[in-house]
C-alpha cells in the first residue's frame, strides 16, 4: 500500500477543546510587499490544522511570526488565551512552541547527536555530559525510526536523514505546540508513513500540530481543520475532509482542471538523441548507467531516496566525477568533473538543493538570472549589464516571477519563484538539455502548472528534460518514457502509456529486494 492509499488518521481534538494558540488579525509588511493582512488562526490541542495556499501566500512568514523571527505590525498572537509577545526562538521554545524549517536548521560539522542538543547540552559538573546526550539522541532517533547514529557527522547524510534529524530536534523541546513547514518534501514513501504515525502518538499526547504541505493527498489523511491562506489573506477556515478541488480553487482563486498537463507531441523518434549516456559508473554511488534521451521529450528517472538519481545526475553535469563511462550530447563527448564543459555541451541543472546550490540567496533576481550567461556577456573585461538586465526581465516576465523588483534579494522570494529563477537561467542560456532534480519540491499548486506548462514549451521547441522526482504521480504524469533507479543501477524503463505507481515501485525495490 503506497501513501496515496492510505486511510485518513482518526482526528483526536473535540471541537470545544481550547485554543493552545491564537492569531488575531495580524498584520506585517515588507518593503514592497504586504505578506499578512488581518490574518485570523487558531490551533486547538490535539489536532492536527493544516496550513495551505500558494507560495507567497503568507504562510512562511506567519510561521516565522511564531518562531519569533518576526514581530507583527499589528494584531495579537495568544498562548493559552494570554496575549504573548514572541521575541526571539529561545522565547518561543519557553512557550513551548517548535518549529521544524522547510530550510535546515543544522550544523554540518557537528554531530547528530551535539545538533539535536545544540544549545541545550545536558551537563555533569558543569560539563557536557556526553553519555547522557547521547542515549538522550539515541532514544529520539529510534522514535522517529531513522538509522543514524548520535555520533555521525550531519555533513555525511543524505537529504532525507537531515530531515528526521530535524523532527528528532523538535521533538527533543517536548513541544506543545509543533509547527511543521513541508516535513514530508524529501522522505519515502515508508518514512512519510513513519512520521505520520509519529504525528497521530503526539496528537493523542495533546499536542497542537500547525501542518504546512502542498501535497494536497496529504490533507485528509493527516488534518483535522483546514486554513487557507491567499495573498497574505485567511480565506477559508474548513473541514480537512473537504474536496482536492474545492482546496486547488480557494488556494489560487481559480479552477484547474487538469492537474499535470503534459503535451505529448511528435517525438523526434528518428532522430540521433540529444542525450546518451553509457556505462557511466562511481564506485559506491552509480553503476553501468545508460540512457539516451531525444529532442522533444521528458524523461523520468524514478525511485526511492538513496537510489543514486541525483548523484547521476551532477555527474552528468560534471558537478562530480566517474570512473567509467561516456556522456554525449549530440553526438559529442562531453569532459567528465568538468562543469563549463557541460554547459558549454548544453547540459543545464536545476539541482534539488536549490538554496544551497542553485541559486545565490543574497544576490539579486536579476543577477542570479544572469549568471549562466555572464560570460557570454563579457567583452574585453567588461559585462554588458543593460543587456544583461534586459535579458533577465524578458524571463521574468516569461515565467511570471513575483518580486518587489530585479533588484530584489532572492532570498526574499517564496520557494516557488524562487525555483522559477533556477530554471529561468538556463533558460536564457539555451540549454539543449535541462536537467530537473526534484523541480515542485515545495511549490505550490499553481506554480507547480507553471513549471510544467514550461517543461511542454521546453519540448515543443526541441529541446530535451531529464526530470528526477520523488513524486510519483508526478512522474507519471508528466514523462514521456520512465527509467527507475534501485541502489545505483537503472533496473527498467516503463514507456508512459504502460506506466503505473505498482510497475514503478515494484522496479524501484527490485534491486533491494533480491539482496
Not at 488518521?9 to 504586504?34: D, I, M, N, W, Y
Not at 479552477?255 to 556505462?279: C, K, N
Amino acid at each position: 500500500m503506497t501513501t496515496f492509499d492510505q486511510p485518513p488518521l482518526p482526528p483526536t481534538a473535540p471541537a470545544s477543546a481550547p485554543a493552545l494558540l491564537r492569531t488575531e488579525a495580524v498584520t506585517k509588511a515588507f518593503p514592497g510587499v504586504k505578506a499578512l493582512d488581518g490574518v485570523d488562526f487558531e490551533l486547538r490541542g490535539g489536532e492536527v490544522h493544516v496550513l495551505l495556499g500558494e507560495n507567497g501566500a503568507g504562510k512562511s512568514t506567519l510561521i516565522k511570526m511564531l518562531a519569533g523571527a518576526h514581530r507583527p505590525d499589528s494584531g495579537r498572537i495568544l498562548v493559552d488565551g494570554r496575549a504573548t509577545r514572541i521575541l526571539d526562538a529561545q522565547d518561543a521554545e519557553k512557550h513551548g512552541i517548535a518549529t521544524i524549517h522547510q530550510e535546515f536548521n543544522l550544523v554540518p560539522d557537528l554531530t547528530v547527536a551535539e545538533n539535536i542538543f545544540l544549545g541545550r547540552q545536558p551537563r555533569k559538573y558543569g560539563l557536557i555530559d556526553r553519555k547522557r546526550m547521547d542515549s538522550d539522541a539515541t532514544a529520539l532517533l529510534a522514535r522517529v525510526g531513522v538509522d543514524v547514529s548520535p555520533n555521525d557527522k550531519l555533513r555525511h547524510l543524505g537529504v532525507a536523514r537531515l530531515q528526521m534529524v530535524e523532527i528528532a530536534k523538535a521533538l527533543s523541546v517536548r513541544a506543545r505546540v509543533l509547527v511543521m513547514d513541508e516535513p514530508t518534501a524529501v522522505l519515502t514513501t515508508g518514512e512519510v508513513d513513519r512520521l505520520f504515525e509519529i504525528v497521530h502518538r503526539l496528537r493523542l499526547e495533546g499536542v497542537g500540530i500547525i501542518f504546512i504541505t502542498h501535497k494536497l493527498e496529504e490533507v485528509a489523511r493527516l488534518g483535522d481543520r483546514v486554513t487557507v491562506l491567499r495573498d497574505g489573506r485567511s480565506i477559508a477556515q474548513i473541514p480537512a475532509a473537504t474536496d482536492r478541488d474545492e482546496l486547488v480553487q480557494l488556494m489560487v482563486g481559480r479552477s484547474i482542471d487538469q492537474q499535470y498537463p503534459r503535451e505529448r507531441g511528435a517525438l523526434h523518434r528518428g532522430t540521433a538523441p540529444l542525450l546518451r549516456v553509457s556505462g557511466l559508473s562511481r564506485a559506491g554511488h552509480f553503476d553501468g548507467v545508460g540512457f539516451e534521451v531525444r529532442a522533444g521529450e521528458v524523461v523520468g528517472l524514478a525511485g526511492l531516496v538513496g537510489a543514486g538519481r541525483t548523484e547521476v545526475a551532477r555527474a552528468l553535469f560534471g558537478a562530480d566525477p566517474y570512473d567509467s563511462g561516456t556522456v554525449e550530447v549530440q553526438g559529442r563527448r562531453v569532459q567528465g568533473n568538468d562543469v563549463p564543459s557541460a554547459m558549454a555541451a548544453g547540459i543545464g541543472l536545476v539541482p534539488e538543493d536549490r538554496k544551497g546550490q542553485g541559486l545565490l540567496l543574497d544576490a539579486s533576481v536579476s543577477e542570479n538570472l544572469g549568471l549562466v550567461t555572464l560570460r557570454a556577456a563579457t567583452r574585453g573585461g567588461f559585462v554588458d549589464l543593460a543587456g544583461q538586465r534586459r535579458a533577465a526581465s524578458s524571463i521574468a516576465a516569461q515565467l511570471g516571477i513575483r518580486a518587489a523588483g530585479l533588484d530584489s534579494r532572492t532570498r526574499t522570494l517564496s520557494g516557488g519563484n524562487q525555483q522559477k529563477v533556477a530554471i529561468g537561467k538556463w533558460l536564457l542560456a539555451q540549454s539543449k538539455v535541462l536537467i530537473l532534480d526534484e523541480p515542485t519540491r515545495g511549490v505550490d499548486v499553481g506554480a507547480k502548472l507553471e513549471i510544467y506548462r514550461l517543461v511542454n514549451e521546453l519540448t515543443a521547441s526541441g529541446h530535451a528534460v531529464l526530470m528526477i522526482s520523488s513524486d510519483l504521480p508526478e512522474v507519471l504524469g508528466m514523462s514521456d518514457r520512465i527509467l527507475v533507479m534501485c541502489q545505483g543501477r537503472i533496473t527498467g524503463e516503463i514507456p508512459a502509456e504502460q506506466a503505473t505507481q505498482d510497475a514503478v515501485m515494484a522496479l524501484a525495490v527490485q534491486g533491494a529486494s533480491s539482496n
